[in-house]
């Protein structure tokens, strides 16, 4: 069938001395550098939690799909799509791996240290913690302002390199692990709402709650967006995208017969 769009799926790729091996979530975890991303330097390597290989891999493949079949459209023709989790992987590190070769210096942006870094837990409030993060765009009158609005400004300006990299300071910044206790002594202060209202008054600075997972399910913009489909109680998470023609009904594995 000349027309036949054909997707072929492998753990390493087609060629090669590995092509005939069986490859695995956490082998290929392993081999592309995930496990460094996560835990502490002096602790021994952890996965990604979610299976981020085969997803990801999914992903590449559908994508690849997509450009053939805008080829067979225009041209008749099919196509032979290869994709591998290997591949797939390595795609996603370029932008670390590039930072990190041969970079103009090596602290700045938070490429050059999240091979480094321990996880990002968030500003403790008073009930949750908060992910606090710059935009490339946030003035440094916005985020004095800021501070003034936390209580802040008289104590942070005290360190002459907080105040001269200001930008770093938080989020994923070089200097946010020096400079988290003294963003805490501040946000404990308010509830996670209280803080996240101050900072939404900067569209330069980004916030969210950390949320558990039962109060993921119900959140506004979950429901806002119908992304949660609900059978019999039990949540589903639908598809992420939207479309004009109804999408179809969600039931439970098991739930209907033939």
């Not at 939690?49 to 079949?69: E, K, M, N, P, R």
């Not at 942006?109 to 935009?135: A, L, M």
């Not at 946010?176 to 963003?183: E, F, H, R, S, T």
Request: one cysteine or more; hydrophobic letters at 35%; glycine letters at 10%.
């Amino acid at each position: 069938n000349p027309g036949l769009v054909y997707q072929a799926l492998s753990s390493y790729g087609e060629k090669g001395p590995l092509r005939d091996r069986p490859g695995s979530e956490l082998v290929i975890q392993a081999m592309t550098g995930y496990l460094r991303l996560l835990g502490s330097l002096d602790q021994p390597p952890v996965r990604v939690g979610s299976d981020i290989v085969a997803t990801c891999t999914g992903s590449v493949a559908f994508i690849g799909v997509l450009a053939a079949l805008y080829h067979r459209e225009k041209t008749g023709a099919g196509q032979r799509v290869a994709t591998s989790a290997l591949g797939a992987m390595m795609s996603l590190r370029t932008n670390q791996w590039a930072a990190l070769t041969d970079p103009d210096e090596w602290i700045g942006d938070s490429y050059c240290t999240n091979e480094t870094d321990s996880p990002h837990s968030g500003y403790q409030t008073k009930d949750r913690p908060v992910y606090i993060s710059p935009s490339p765009h946030l003035s440094d009158k916005d985020f004095f302002g800021m501070l003034d609005d936390l209580g802040m400004r008289e104590e942070f300006c005290q360190n002459p390199e907080f105040f001269e990299n200001w930008w770093f300071t938080f989020g994923l910044g070089y200097l946010g692990g020096q400079a988290k206790p003294l963003w805490e002594k501040y946000t404990t202060k308010f509830r996670s709402e209280e803080l996240i209202a101050i900072l939404e008054k900067y569209s330069n600075v980004w916030s969210v709650e950390f949320a558990e997972l039962g109060a993921l399910m119900v959140h506004p913009q979950l429901v806002a967006n119908d992304l949660v489909h609900r059978i019999d109680g039990k949540g589903f998470v639908r598809a992420p995208w939207r479309v004009p023609w109804e999408m179809p009904e969600l039931y439970e594995a098991g739930s209907m017969s033939g």
